[in-house]
């Protein structure tokens, strides 16, 4: 398996930037998945990866070797479609075994590493059957066999499970990880789906508008989100956001919300402007009292959604319209005003002006987790 680095790379089609100056490494044998909305560039940076797409400039290095021009078939890479994209006239044999009869291998090693490939893949049962026949599902193990049997440096997965219905998504996510997890192979995993990435990457590539803006593991990006985008992107409900006000310099373990001081990790880092933006995920809100010494902010009920074990509290305040994540055992009502709290520990100080995160005792502590 390999490395793969990617060093300032650049894709314009005319005036268009769709890929713009990227940098990150993909290590050897890691589950990588890069994340954003339709048309951020998650797919042409994978192409330009792959071969299909020549970048404007840039390097792509592979196990160390440049192959930023080389044609995509000299790459030893495995490419899996969203549309599965399967020879309808062969049977499931065939299909999987095509590669490896391209490349005129003995007939016995092809008929050996496709059966290898077909009862990893709990499809074996199926080498005979013609594909047309076969659900989804199966199909899409095909896909991922005949790219499999090749045993490449890389696999690169554009979008592949979003033909299937949510039923079928949701096991082949779990056995793609386990099938990952088996091979060990570096893969390079492309959706616009937040639950897919953060239930299989080890890391995760968060792009928009053709800009890489943090590469991080699940839990890095969903609880140091580095950006407003990447916070307001991953996460159902998402995280909500509060206009505050005051000279936030280094040091400041507090900030001005609606005329309310709100405690926050202390900031590494000051702010230019006068105003800031509070950034506070859904279940890092408490709900109490509405004359309580510790909830700052005071709202009223505007909607309760039940939902198991929990519960999705909407309230209107001065700040804005809040959504709260709570136990099912707390009781409210519509209309009834209430205090909010917010965990210090766990909130985000935003730059309007950049909306990036400004650094604080979270991103420190962080750091120093991640180096322990």
């Known amino acids: 398996m390999a490395e793969i680095r990617i060093e300032?790379?650049?894709?314009?089609?005319?005036?268009?930037?769709?890929?713009?100056?990227?940098?990150?490494?993909?290590?050897?044998?890691e589950f990588f998945v890069m994340l954003g909305p339709s048309g951020c560039g998650k797919t042409t940076t994978l192409r330009m990866i792959a071969g299909l797409e020549l970048p404007t400039s840039g390097r792509i290095l592979l196990d160390g070797e440049d192959v930023t021009f080389r044609r995509g078939s000299e790459r030893d890479i495995a490419f899996v479609f969203q549309l599965f994209a399967l020879y309808p006239h062969m049977n499931v044999r065939q299909n999987i075994s095509f590669p490896l009869r391209v490349q005129r291998l003995p007939r016995r090693e092809v008929r050996q590493r496709t059966e290898e490939v077909a009862r990893l893949l709990r499809i074996d049962q199926l080498l005979e059957r013609p594909v047309g026949g076969l659900s989804s599902g199966d199909r899409q193990r095909v896909a991922l066999g005949r790219a499999i049997v090749r045993r490449a440096?890389?696999?690169?997965?554009?979008?592949?499970?979003?033909?299937?219905?949510?039923?079928?998504?949701?096991?082949?996510?779990?056995?793609?990880?386990?099938?990952?997890?088996?091979?060990?192979?570096?893969?390079?995993?492309?959706?616009?789906?937040?639950?897919?990435?953060?239930?299989?990457?080890?890391?995760?590539?968060?792009?928009?508008?053709?800009?890489?803006?943090?590469?991080?593991?699940?839990?890095?990006?969903?609880?140091?989100p580095a950006t407003r985008f990447v916070a307001g992107f991953i996460g159902s409900p998402a995280m909500n956001f509060l206009p505050a006000r005051g000279a936030l310099a280094p040091g400041r373990d507090s900030i001005a919300v609606s005329g309310h001081e709100v405690p926050m990790p202390r900031l590494h880092e000051g702010l230019v402007g006068p105003d800031a933006v509070l950034g506070v995920r859904p279940e890092h809100i408490r709900i109490g009292g509405p004359e309580g010494q510790d909830?700052?902010?005071?709202?009223?009920?505007?909607?309760?959604?039940?939902?198991?074990?929990?519960?999705?509290?909407?309230?209107?305040?001065?700040?804005?319209?809040?959504?709260?994540?709570?136990?099912?055992?707390?009781?409210?009502?519509?209309?009834?005003?209430?205090?909010?709290?917010?965990?210090?520990?766990?909130?985000?100080?935003f730059d309007p002006a950049t909306d990036r995160a400004l650094r604080s005792d979270l991103h420190a502590g962080a750091a120093g987790a991640a180096h322990g």
């Open 295 to 349: 909830a700052p902010l005071r709202g009223r009920v505007f909607g309760v959604e039940y939902m198991g074990t929990r519960q999705l509290v909407t309230v209107d305040t001065d700040a804005g319209r809040l959504k709260v994540r709570a136990p099912n055992t707390l009781k409210v009502g519509d209309g009834e005003l209430v205090g909010l709290a917010f965990e210090r520990e766990r909130l985000v100080v």
């Open 153 to 224: 440096k890389a696999f690169l997965m554009d979008e592949p499970l979003g033909a299937l219905d949510a039923e079928f998504r949701e096991l082949m996510c779990e056995e793609l990880r386990l099938l990952h997890g088996r091979i060990g192979a570096t893969t390079v995993y492309v959706t616009h789906d937040q639950i897919e990435a953060m239930s299989m990457a080890d890391r995760i590539c968060v792009m928009d508008r053709g800009e890489v803006l943090q590469v991080a593991p699940p839990m890095e990006v969903y609880e140091r």
């Open 8 to 29: 300032q790379l650049h894709k314009a089609f005319g005036e268009f930037v769709a890929v713009r100056e990227s940098n990150f490494t993909i290590a050897d044998g």
